[in-house]
């Protein structure tokens, strides 16, 4: 009896096996076990909609591509067609991008059916960005939506050399969304360098000018126009900068950012910065970074107010050495990544990894920017 009861599951088992209906019952099971599992795991590998796609001014670094290019996928099921499609996507893909803007430090979208300023901050606020106010940048900016200003009103013969966007003051954004509204007949790129790369190609070449930077760190100094100067690339004037026409406020806001301040018989607003840090560990990544704006200041913060090589120093003074400076811009340019804008292309960039500029251009040129925690 006890034979029986344990053999007569495997004799069942055999008989359905012989069984026509019950085979294909079970190779059907199988096949949509299969399915399922494929459609679990494409949702969780990111998904199908957008595609990494190569571009002709990515270069690789570290075997990692610089920047990520993602597009959407013209074979995908459910096509992303419209700008509401796209930030609806970025929207369930957010977490998946932020990884991959850690890894690479910048991740540039190209064909998305972004077409203007409103779809570029429904795109940036379903990154979820938390937004941050211009208060203390140099640059001449329009606000267009409350989240999106105008990149750099400056004029487009002056080109603006590499920095990490208000790398000057302690309250910097995390990361920066650029967007091309109207891509430029010629030039206008957003160059972008990684951080690391700098600091360790500097390191190599001027190992005690890298010392004394990290011994002594630096300071900016800039004089402000009391209103926006669209002249000059730091034409940025106090009350904007601030956002203020208050002298007082002005003052209280010099003195939360460390700041200390002087005003000149012409109505302007002479700013030391406090003593900052040329040189960082980001500790998300235990890499050292070249975190500072001393290019840009060099040869960027001159005009009719403030004169060549003072705008940044040591903190005791020194100027910094023009000999390095020259060649500092050339390892900048060396190690740049230069892509030209389409209509529709959002960059993001990783801003405590990487370095940005703006190239001399043509009219028209219209880029916007969205800067975020
Ligand atoms: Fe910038």
């Known amino acids: ?167 000057q003051v302690p309250t910097y954004p995390s990361i920066l969304f650029f967007f091309c509204d109207v891509a430029p007949p010629s030039g206008g790129q957003t160059p972008i360098v990684l951080s690391n790369l700098v600091y360790k190609a500097m390191l190599e070449k001027y190992p005690q000018f890298i010392a004394d930077l990290e011994q002594k760190k630096i300071q900016y100094t800039r004089i402000l126009p009391e209103a926006d100067d669209p002249s000059s690339a730091i034409g940025r004037g106090w009350k904007s900068t601030f956002l203020t026409n208050d002298k007082a406020e002005a003052e209280k806001k010099c003195l939360e950012q460390g700041t200390s301040f002087e005003w000149l018989p012409n109505g302007c607003l002479k700013t030391v910065t406090a003593v900052l840090p040329a040189i960082k560990e980001d500790i998300r990544t235990g890499k050292k970074v070249w975190f500072n704006s001393i290019i840009a200041a060099y040869l960027g913060w001159r005009d009719s107010r403030n004169p060549p090589g003072k705008a940044v120093t040591f903190s005791d003074g020194t100027p910094m050495p023009d000999a390095i400076m020259e060649d500092l811009e050339k390892i900048l340019d060396q190690l740049a990544v230069d892509v030209t804008w389409e209509k529709g292309d959002v960059m993001l960039v990783d801003n405590n990894q990487a370095l940005h500029a703006r190239r001399t251009f043509t009219l028209p040129r219209r880029i916007l920017a969205s800067l975020g925690k």
Request: aromatic share 12%.
């Open 1 to 167: 009896m006890l034979l029986k009861t344990f053999f007569f599951p495997c004799y069942l088992n055999i008989l359905l096996d012989q069984s026509p209906f019950f085979f294909y019952l079970k190779r059907t099971a199988r096949t949509l076990g299969i399915c399922l599992a494929l459609i679990i795991m494409s949702n969780s590998a990111g998904d199908s909609r957008v595609k990494e796609i190569r571009i002709s001014e990515q270069k690789d670094f570290d075997d990692l591509v610089f920047p990520l290019v993602l597009s959407p996928n013209p074979e995908a099921g459910d096509k992303i067609k419209t700008a509401e499609d796209a930030c609806k996507w970025l929207k369930s893909q957010s977490g998946s991008i932020q990884e991959k803007l850690l890894k690479h430090g910048a991740v540039f979208f190209r064909g998305f059916p972004l077409n203007d300023a409103q779809d570029f901050d429904k795109f940036v606020t379903s990154y979820g960005i938390n937004p941050l106010p211009y208060v203390g940048g140099a640059a001449v900016r329009n606000q267009i939506t409350s989240k999106v200003f105008t990149a750099n009103e400056a004029p487009p013969d002056k080109p603006i050399p590499f920095h990490h966007e208000m790398a």
